[in-house]
Structures are given as C-alpha cells and as structure tokens.
Nanobody, 122 residues
Framework: QVQLVESGGGLVQAGGSLRLSCAAS????????MGWYRQAPGKQRELVAT???????NYALSVKGRFTISRDNAKNTVYLQMNSLEPEDTAVYYC????????????????WGQGTLVTVSS
C-alpha cells in the first residue's frame, strides 16, 4: 500500500513564505511524476506544479516565479517552496504521485495525499 503524507500548511500573512512537504511511504521502487494541486473554496481543483523523476518542472502561470517545486527521489518526497504568498493562494493543497511502482503489487496509476490547508491573510 502507498500513502502520501503532507505537512507544512498553515496561516501566513501576505508576502510571507511556506514550505510544503509530501512523503510517499510503502515498498516503492519508482515514481514517475509528483506534484501539487490546490482547491480553493467554491472552486475546482487546479494544478500548481509538477516535477518528473528526472527533474523537469511545470508550473501554473499564477505561481510561476513565486513557487518552486523540488524532489528528493531517495526519500520519495516532493516539496513546494511558496514565496510572496497572496490571499488568492489560500486553498487546500494536495500532493500526488503518478505511476507508482511498488514491490509485489500492481502499479498505482495515481495516489493522492489527504491535503493540507494554506491560508494567506491580507
């Protein structure tokens, strides 16, 4: 079984910074892409950033230049450094991992974390 556990959310003032972490646990031997989505109240879930196993990254236009995604493949962990936060960044942030290969199990096409709340006050 594979689980993603997020941490690092919280309350911060506009202009501040937060760092989210998401660690995958289980008998994992490879993960394709990892990344973050977010969902604000009353809105659809949207992509924030992704990173492949080789380190290629992709960002939503709204966060480009402010957020940085990184990954530690040895720890099966993905990070999201969020700087210059704005009230519009307030949302529940969900991490995901896709094409997760686990010893003795069928590949997991996608796994989601439970979400961590980020609140940015003005």
């Amino acid at each position: 079984q594979v689980q993603l556990v997020e941490s690092g959310g919280g309350l911060v003032q506009a202009g501040g910074s937060l760092r989210l972490s998401c660690a995958a646990s289980g008998r994992i031997f490879s993960i394709n892409a990892m990344g973050w989505y977010r969902q604000a109240p009353g809105k659809q879930r949207e992509l924030v950033a992704t990173i492949t196993s080789s380190g290629s990254t992709n960002y939503a236009l709204s966060v480009k230049g402010r957020f940085t995604i990184s990954r530690d493949n040895a720890k099966n962990t993905v990070y999201l450094q969020m700087n210059s936060l704005e009230p519009e960044d307030t949302a529940v942030y969900y991490c995901y991992a896709d094409k997760v290969d686990v010893t003795g199990e069928t590949r997991y096409l996608i796994v989601w974390g439970q979400g961590t709340l980020v609140t940015v006050s003005s």
